[in-house]
């Protein structure tokens, strides 16, 4: 069994910073993209950054901003926030697509989720 474990959200002042992890466990045979979304309140979830061999991707509300990073060894990835705005809060979810044997195709997985709250 896969599972994603995210940590490092928590409540911040805007202009301070955040690091976020998510690491995955369990039957993995490879792993290829990994990314956050984060979703907020009344929002859809939306893409925040992504990352796979060659191409990383950010939305354009971060970009600048965060820096999306990974561990293959650890098969972590992380999310560096930085100058955090008010406008960032939300939940964040990490996702990967993982081939969990020799034999199985790419699916989807998701974190449970972390909070992060930017504000005064």
């Known amino acids: 069994q896969v599972r994603l474990v995210e940590s490092g959200g928590g409540v911040v002042q805007p202009g301070q910073s955040l690091r976020l992890s998510c690491a995955a466990s369990?039957?993995?045979?490879?792993?290829?993209?990994m990314g956050w979304y984060r979703q907020a309140p009344e929002k859809q979830r939306e893409l925040v950054a992504a990352?796979?061999?060659?191409?990383?991707n950010y939305a354009d509300s971060v970009k600048g901003r965060f820096t999306i990073s990974r561990d293959n060894a650890k098969n972590t990835v992380y999310l560096q926030m930085n100058r955090l705005k008010p406008e960032d809060t939300a939940v964040y979810y990490c996702?990967?697509?993982?081939?969990?044997?020799?034999?199985?195709?790419?699916?989807?997985?998701w974190g449970q989720g972390t909070q992060v709250t930017v504000s005064s």
């Open positions: 369990g039957s993995i045979f490879s792993i290829n993209a």
């Open positions: 990352t796979r061999v060659g191409n990383t």
């Open positions: 996702n990967a697509d993982i081939r969990a044997t020799y034999t199985d195709g790419y699916r989807t997985y």
